[in-house]
């Protein structure tokens, strides 16, 4: 592809889409004290016509030079010569263009400051290699051929790029799936071969909780498995993909986050074994009313219930959308008032009260209370 034909033909409409950015006459400002440049994924979002809410600015300086940019609130990361800037609910990263070196594979880089052109030359893919400076007419910085690879191919930088960090392997298949990009061979050779040994499971998580929020995330963890990056049984991958197809529902978002489930169902999050064993004794049971499908799921949380619909226990909607929300008119102190001592007996009270209400045979205060107390006093066999 002839890359500057290519601007001349999109060179209004790029213009128009970098005028509708979030905040664009702030970052213009800041360009004003130092050599700005919108970088990387908003780079590539913007030829793609793609809404983002989240910038990243990449500056020729120090950032401390932007400490008094009004209505602008700074946290220097000097580590990574980087800060943060909120700006009408907007998030803008804003980092000193670095060269970054790996003392080992897998490593933290240690980074120190570089031109524009060293910084694009340090990053994942060439389609997020890219820049475009914030000062003067909208042009576009392409020294690897990014826009050539827009919008469907995935093209590594360099051979090291998954040794320095193997973590771009899994951001491979969730920009893959986000695109519906192929991978360029010898990339996907490279990839193939990452070792996501040499890094902390912290930034392992890190990723496959990006993938989980993801709207094409199940393509993008099928692809983590079929490149052989990760160990899982298929039963693994499996639960993953249901997971993320429940959590999807509505109703099932405010019952657990979905990177959580996710990563439960992974055997990556702590206590997840035991999740997985009390989610498949949940998934067991086939409860006939109402008042045995509450009785069976109310003690489990969030991550539990998500886990034992994604194993099939399709009656757990129902829970979710009606049953669980289901309550009492009375409490343990009307029990009490009403002459049963406190203690087990006022519990055992409330589960029958709350029994025959869910299971549609009263309703009301009194047909409650009534229930309770015969309950709670014996008067009333157990099933």
């Not at 991550?303 to 959308?321: H, K, S």
Request: glycine fraction near 8%; aromatic fraction near 4%.
């Amino acid at each position: 592809m002839d890359v500057a034909r290519k601007l001349e033909i999109d060179e209004g409409k790029l213009a128009a889409r970098l005028d509708g950015l979030p905040g664009i006459e702030v970052l213009r400002s800041l360009a004003d004290k130092v050599p700005a440049y919108l970088v990387g994924g908003a780079v590539r979002d913007l030829l793609l016509g793609l809404d983002r809410a989240d910038l990243d600015v990449v500056i020729e300086g120090d950032v401390r030079a932007l400490d008094d940019a009004p209505g602008v609130v700074l946290a220097d990361h000097e580590r990574f010569l980087t800060a943060r800037l909120g700006l009408d609910g907007h998030q803008i990263d804003i980092a000193q263009a670095r060269t970054e070196t790996y003392p080992r594979p897998g490593a933290l880089p240690e980074v120190a400051p570089a031109k524009i052109e060293q910084d694009l030359a340090r990053r994942d893919f060439t389609i997020n290699a890219m820049a475009i400076p914030l000062r003067g007419e909208p042009r576009l910085l392409d020294p690897h051929g990014g826009l050539a690879d827009l919008p469907g191919l995935l093209r590594v930088l360099h051979d090291r790029s998954f040794v320095d960090d193997p973590t771009r392997a899994l951001r491979a298949a969730r920009y893959c799936a986000r695109l519906d990009a192929e991978v360029e061979p010898r990339t996907l050779e490279l990839l193939r071969a990452a070792d996501l040994s040499t890094v902390s499971a912290d930034r392992v998580d890190a990723e496959l909780r990006r993938i989980a929020t993801e709207p094409a995330g199940a393509a993008a963890i099928r692809l983590v498995a079929d490149w052989g990056l990760v160990g899982w049984t298929e039963q693994t991958v499996e639960l993953a993909l249901e997971v993320l197809e429940v959590v999807a529902q509505p109703a099932w978002r405010r019952v657990a986050e979905a990177p959580d489930a996710f990563l439960a169902a992974l055997g990556r999050a702590p206590g997840a074994a035991d999740a997985v064993e009390a989610a498949e004794r949940l998934a067991r049971v086939e409860p006939e009313r109402p008042s045995q499908a509450v009785f069976a799921a109310r003690s489990h949380p969030g991550i539990e219930l998500v886990l034992a619909r994604a194993m099939g226990a399709e009656w757990l909607d129902r829970y979710v959308t009606d049953w669980r929300g289901i309550g009492l008119e009375i409490d343990g102190n009307d029990l009490v008032a009403a002459g049963v001592a406190e203690g087990p007996a006022v519990g055992r009270g409330l589960d029958a009260a709350l029994s025959a209400t869910l299971d549609g045979e009263i309703s009301g205060r009194e047909e409650q209370l009534r229930i309770a107390v015969q309950a709670a006093l014996g008067e009333i066999p157990e099933d």
